[in-house]
């Protein structure tokens, strides 16, 4: 029997009100809302949080963190996809889901995550979707991955106040960074796209996420 199954019935329906609505706020591309539609993100925090789960919003997951926003998600996802890429690299894991998000639309996703608990967690809960393109790493994502690089896009679920060097030398030609900065509760999100060693920066909406902190945590 799985977890949360109480509200098993009805999470398909919410889903797809969920997805819905993430149309409306101007999310385009079919393939994310498809996925939005799909994966079950009342797996991916606590049974007490599961049935606020398809709100539009973030929620507690424990450690100080949070499961970011879907429409967040959803967005990310739809701006990396204008490259069309096959590998990914996720910097904040996190519970996970914006990770199983990815691991629907492209061929492989790596991910690092600093909390040893939340890369734990992140673990179960994608075996148990039984999704196997995801490779997590208990790390600090200041530092990219460096042996799977270079990525076609990298996507980090956590703002640092300067874009970190080496997620930059870890993009392949044409591909894409999305990354919120700044220091304060709410960040600008910035999609970099690399040509050569031209990096060309554009500036999408403000967003609001957890500080990229540097170090790991056991
Ligand atoms: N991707 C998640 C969002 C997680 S919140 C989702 O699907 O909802 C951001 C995560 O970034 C937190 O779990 C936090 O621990 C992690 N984080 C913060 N600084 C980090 C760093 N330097 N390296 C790796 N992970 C980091």
């Not at 100080?64 to 490259?83: D, H, K, N, W």
Request: aromatic share 4%; charged share 25%; with cysteine.
């Amino acid at each position: 029997m799985s977890r949360h199954q109480g509200i098993g019935m009805t999470s398909q329906r919410t889903r797809e009100r969920l997805a819905a609505r993430l149309g409306d706020a101007g999310i385009r591309d079919v393939r994310v809302l498809d996925v939005m539609r799909r994966v079950p993100r009342h797996l991916f925090v606590d049974e007490a949080l599961a049935t606020r789960a398809y709100e539009d919003t973030a929620l507690p997951i424990g450690y100080g963190q949070t499961i970011s926003q879907p429409y967040t998600v959803a967005r990310m996802t739809e701006v990396l996809m204008e490259v069309e890429p096959k590998k990914v690299l996720e910097v904040g894991s996190g519970c996970g889901y914006q990770s199983a998000v990815l691991a629907h639309l492209v061929a492989e996703v790596y991910s690092v995550e600093r909390i040893q608990a939340l890369v734990r967690r992140a673990r179960e809960s994608l075996s148990e979707l039984r999704i196997n393109n995801v490779r997590l790493r208990h790390g600090d994502g200041y530092a990219g991955w460096p042996v799977h690089a270079p990525y076609d896009a990298i996507l980090v679920a956590a703002a640092p106040t300067e874009v970190p060097p080496a997620l930059l030398e870890q993009l392949a030609d044409g591909g894409r960074l999305v990354i919120p900065t700044g220091n304060g509760r709410e960040q600008r999100l910035i999609c970099i796209t690399r040509e050569g060693n031209i990096c060309h920066e554009r500036e999408l909406e403000p967003v609001s996420f957890v500080p990229l902190t540097a170090g790991v945590e056991r």
